[in-house]
C-alpha cells in the first residue's frame, strides 16, 4: 500500500488477543499475524523492545514477514532512558544497537527514546545524551525521535537542542503530556493516545479527518495550523518531511480499524 507522500500509519505491536476476531480473522494463526497487519497497515512500533533485548535473527525474521516499503519503528530499551543522568548511556545505547536492530535493513523506521513522566529537562544532560545518538551505525542511516512527558520541556531552549540534532520529537496527542507540534527533524512522529473502544475507528469520523490534515500538512513542510507550537517565532524551513504516526494506548482494539481509516482517507 502506497501512500501519496511519505507518511506511514500503523498501531503499537501486532500481538494483542482483543485483536483476534476484531482485526484478525477467525482462526488466523498468530504465527501469520504480523504478516496480515502489515498487508494493511504501512508501518509498526515495536514496544517490547523496551522491555527485553531481541536477537539479530529476530529482527531478520520481522523484516521477511512484511512487504517492501513498511518499517518498524523501534523503541529504545529502557536502560538507555530511565536513569538519572542520561549522559552516561553511551554503552547501554550501544548495546542496544548490538541487539541487531539494523538487520531490518531498508524496514528500519525511526528508534523512538521514551523518557519517564518525571524526567524533567536539564539543557546540559539532555544534550549530552542526544551527542550519544549516532547518526549511522553498521553502514545504516539512523533516524531518533524522543518522547518526552514532563512540562519542564515545553522550551524553546529544547526545541533548538532538539533541531541542532536533527531529532524528533513525539507528539504525544496526550490529555496529561506534553504535546509538541513543533518541526525539529527532517521527519515528525505522533503517537495518537486518545482513542475509545465505543468507537468503531477508535476517533470520530471529524477527528480522523483532522489527524489526516494534520499528517498531510507536515509531510508538505507544513505546520498544523490547530496544533500550538512552543517556539512559534523560530520556524524551520518548510521542506517535505516523512511522517510516522500510530495509534497506540487508548482505544486499542479498534487501533488497527482508526489506522486503516486514516490510511483511506489519506489516500482519497
Do not use: C
Not at 533485548?53 to 523501534?74: H, L, M, Y
Not at 538519572?84 to 542496544?96: P, T, W
Not at 518522547?147 to 520529537?169: K, Y
Amino acid at each position: 500500500m502506497t501512500l501519496k507522500t511519505h507518511i506511514r500509519i500503523g498501531i503499537g505491536g501486532w500481538t494483542f488477543a482483543p485483536w483476534r476476531g476484531a482485526f484478525y480473522p477467525k482462526g488466523l494463526t498468530h504465527a501469520k499475524e504480523l504478516a496480515y497487519a502489515s498487508e494493511r497497515l504501512t508501518s509498526i512500533e515495536v514496544n517490547g523492545t523496551f522491555y527485553r533485548s531481541q536477537t539479530p535473527a529476530t529482527f531478520r525474521k520481522w523484516a521477511s514477514e512484511v512487504p517492501d516499503g513498511f518499517v518498524f519503528s523501534i523503541k529504545g530499551s529502557r536502560f538507555v532512558t530511565n536513569r538519572r543522568v542520561l549522559k552516561e548511556a553511551g554503552d547501554s545505547i550501544n548495546r542496544f544497537l548490538d541487539s541487531g536492530v539494523t538487520e531490518l535493513g531498508p524496514k528500519l523506521g525511526p528508534l523512538l527514546w521514551q523518557f519517564a513522566p518525571f524526567k524533567k529537562f536539564d539543557p546540559v544532560d539532555f544534550g549530552g545524551f542526544l551527542e550519544l545518538l549516532p547518526a549511522t551505525f553498521n553502514g545504516h542511516h539512523l533516524r531518533h525521535v524522543v518522547e518526552v512527558r514532563h512540562d519542564s520541556f515545553m522550551s524553546p531552549e529544547f526545541i533548538a537542542l532538539l533541531r541542532s540534532f536533527n531529532i524528533a520529537v513525539v507528539y504525544t496527542d496526550h490529555a496529561t503530556y506534553p504535546n509538541i507540534a513543533d518541526a525539529t527533524a527532517d521527519f515528525m512522529y505522533a503517537r495518537l493516545q486518545q482513542g475509545q473502544d465505543t468507537i468503531p475507528t477508535a476517533y470520530p469520523p471529524k477527528q480522523i479527518n483532522e489527524w489526516a490534515a494534520r499528517l498531510q500538512a507536515w509531510s508538505e513542510g507544513k505546520a498544523a495550523k490547530d496544533l500550538p507550537l512552543v517556539d512559534a517565532k523560530a520556524k524551520p524551513k518548510a521542506t517535505p518531511r516523512d511522517v510516522f504516526g500510530y495509534v497506540i494506548h487508548e482505544g486499542k482494539v479498534r487501533a488497527p480499524a482508526a489506522a486503516m481509516a486514516l490510511i483511506e482517507r489519506l489516500n482519497g
